[in-house]
C-alpha cells in the first residue's frame, strides 16, 4: 500500500504531465469550441486518472490469475508504457516545432514589395476645400490591408494546425509502434540464445557444464502462472545443470501477487 506522500505525488505529476499533453495533443490540434477538443480533452482527464490509479488500486485487488486486479492492470500498465514513449518523443519534437513555426513568423512578417505612388505633400494649415474622409484609393489601400492581415493570421494558424497535427500523430505513432513490439514480444516465447564459455583457468572436470541464466520474468499482474510455468518448462527442456535467476523475477511482493510465503 502506497504512502500518502507518494500518492499525492504521484497526482500532481500526473496531472503536471498531462496539462503539457493537453497542450501538444488537444489544444494544438482542435479548433476551439468543437465537439472533437472537448471529447479529446475528456480523454486526457481519463488518463491523467488512469496512470496514477493504476498503481495505487491494482494492490488493493487481487491480482493473481482470474482476480480483478488484472483487469485494471492490462490497460493501465499496457497505457503507462504508451505514456512512458509519447512523452519524451514530444519533448524530442519540440526543437524542430519551434524552428518551423519561428520560419513561418519570420515569413509572415516580410513585407511584399508594392510600387507605391509619390505622396502628396500635406497641408500645414488647414487646406480649402480639403475633406475629413480618405480617398477612394487610400480607403481601398486601407481595406486591402485589412484584409491582408486577415488572410496572413488565418494562414498562419492554418498553419500551426498542421503542425500540431504532424507532431501529434509522429509521437502518437512511434509510442504506439514500440509499446506494440514490446508486448508482442513480451508475451511470446522467451529468447533463448547459447553461448559457449571458454575459460583456460577453470577445472576440466566442468568441462561441459550448462547453466541457464534466467531474466525478465517479471510475475505479476500482468504475467501470471500461465507466463511463468511455460518458462519453467523452457528451462528445464534445456537440461541444464544450474539455473541462476539474475533479476526482474516478480512485480510485487508475494502478498500483492497471490502467493504463498511459504513457497
Excluded: Q
Aim: charged share 20%; net charge positive.
Amino acid at each position: 500500500m502506497l504512502g500518502f506522500g507518494v500518492t499525492a505525488l504521484m497526482l500532481v505529476g500526473s496531472a503536471a504531465v498531462h496539462s503539457y499533453l493537453w497542450i501538444r495533443l488537444v489544444r494544438d490540434t482542435t479548433g476551439p469550441g468543437r465537439f472533437v477538443r472537448r471529447l479529446a480533452t475528456c480523454g486526457v482527464v481519463l488518463s491523467a486518472l488512469l496512470a496514477p490509479g493504476t498503481r495505487i488500486l491494482t494492490p488493493l485487488f487481487d491480482p493473481s490469475d482470474g482476480g480483478g486486479g488484472r483487469f485494471l492492470a492490462w490497460p493501465g500498465y499496457t497505457w503507462i508504457g504508451v505514456l512512458l514513449y509519447l512523452v519524451p518523443m514530444l519533448l524530442v519534437l519540440e526543437l524542430p516545432r519551434a524552428l518551423v513555426l519561428r520560419r513561418w513568423r519570420r515569413a509572415e512578417r516580410t513585407p511584399s514589395r508594392r510600387p507605391s505612388e509619390p505622396l502628396a505633400e500635406p497641408c500645414v494649415e488647414p487646406c480649402a476645400g480639403a475633406s475629413t474622409e480618405l480617398p477612394v484609393p487610400a480607403r481601398a489601400e486601407a481595406g486591402n490591408r485589412l484584409v491582408g492581415d486577415r488572410l496572413v493570421g488565418d494562414r498562419l494558424v492554418g498553419r500551426r494546425l498542421f503542425l500540431g497535427r504532424a507532431v501529434g500523430t509522429l509521437a502518437g505513432a512511434t509510442a504506439l509502434g514500440t509499446v506494440g513490439h514490446g508486448m508482442s514480444s513480451a508475451l511470446g516465447d522467451p529468447l533463448i540464445k547459447r553461448i559457449p564459455v571458454m575459460l583456460s583457468k577453470v577445472s576440466p572436470r566442468l568441462a561441459g557444464l550448462r547453466i541457464a541464466v534466467v531474466s525478465d520474468i517479471h510475475l505479476g499482474p500482468l504475467l501470471g502462472r500461465a507466463h511463468t510455468e511455460r518458462i519453467v518448462r523452457m528451462v528445464n527442456g534445456l537440461r541444464a545443470d544450474l539455473v541462476t535467476i539474475v533479476g526482474d523475477l516478480a512485480d510485487g511482493t508475494a502478498s500483492e501477487l497471490g502467493l504463498r510465503p511459504d513457497l
